[in-house]
T-cell receptor, first 116, second 113 residues
Framework: AQKVTQAQTEISVVEKEDVTLDCVYE???????LFWYKQPPSGELVFLIR??????QNEISGRYSWNFQKSTSSFNFTITASQVVDSAVYFC?????????????FGKGITLSVRP | GAGVSQTPSNKVTEKGKYVELRCDPI?????LYWYRQSLGQGPEFLIY????????DSGLPNDRFFAVRPEGSVSTLKIQRTERGDSAVYLC???????????FGPGTRLTVL
């Protein structure tokens, strides 16, 4: 069985602060993908990143960065210099890399509020 | 290009009625997924289509729920004898192939009175 745990439920920061969203996962699969999605108040889930279980290199995209550590089964997401537009619910998710079962298993999400 | 679209955006129905929710995936995407999202929760998997066939329907909660994708493009989620507990946002997603990024539609908010 697969499981994604996002222990933080709500985070509130002031604009320009850095913030890290934690994600811990459980899987018996040796190959899998990890994802982060953003769900702004409008409701539509927006894809942010997909990471292959074989690739533990950290990734940076603008103000966003991701730290994947297989040893601790964690895939954390950091927003640098947060902005009000970053306010949203952020979901971490997991999917098997092969086979017929390609459903996403989501965490419960972290509500991020960025105050001006 | 056009993203995933879902209709209707909102559906209010009475307990016991039948509803159909429609999903138009991104053109060319062979994988199509239905999820259900309750308030304060992450999306939960319902069913996955690869082409026209349901490759995994293990998330359907009971036999009142059924989905089809007859031509490998548009999909319809059908719920019979709706119950108040079916109230949720129903999300559709599509992907180029299994395990690729899934792109989500805006969802259909279903309210069963």
């Amino acid at each position: 069985a697969q499981k994604v745990t996002q222990a933080q439920t709500e985070i509130s920061v002031v604009e320009k602060e850095d913030v890290t969203l934690d994600c811990v996962y459980e899987t018996r699969d040796t190959t899998y993908y990890l994802f982060w999605y953003k769900q702004p108040p409008s409701g539509e889930l927006v894809f942010l990143i997909r990471r292959n279980s074989f690739d533990e290199q950290n990734e940076i995209s603008g103000r966003y960065s991701w730290n994947f550590q297989k040893s601790t089964s964690s895939f954390n997401f950091t927003i640098t210099a947060s902005q009000v537009v970053d306010s949203a619910v952020y979901f971490c998710a997991l999917v098997r890399r092969s086979g017929a079962n390609s459903k996403l298993t989501f965490g419960k999400g972290i509500t991020l509020s960025v105050r001006p | 290009g056009a993203g995933v679209s879902q209709t209707p955006s909102n559906k209010v129905t009475e307990k016991g009625k039948y509803v159909e929710l429609r999903c138009d995936p991104i053109s060319g995407h062979t994988a199509l997924y239905w999820y259900r999202q309750s308030l304060g929760q992450g999306p939960e998997f319902l069913i996955y289509f690869q082409g026209t066939g349901a490759a995994d329907d293990s998330g359907l909660p009971n036999d009142r729920f059924f989905a089809v994708r007859p031509e490998g493009s548009v999909s319809t989620l059908k719920i019979q004898r709706t119950e108040r507990g079916d109230s949720a946002v129903y999300l559709c997603a599509s992907g180029e192939r299994p395990s690729s990024e899934q792109f989500f539609g805006p969802g259909t908010r279903l309210t069963v009175l």
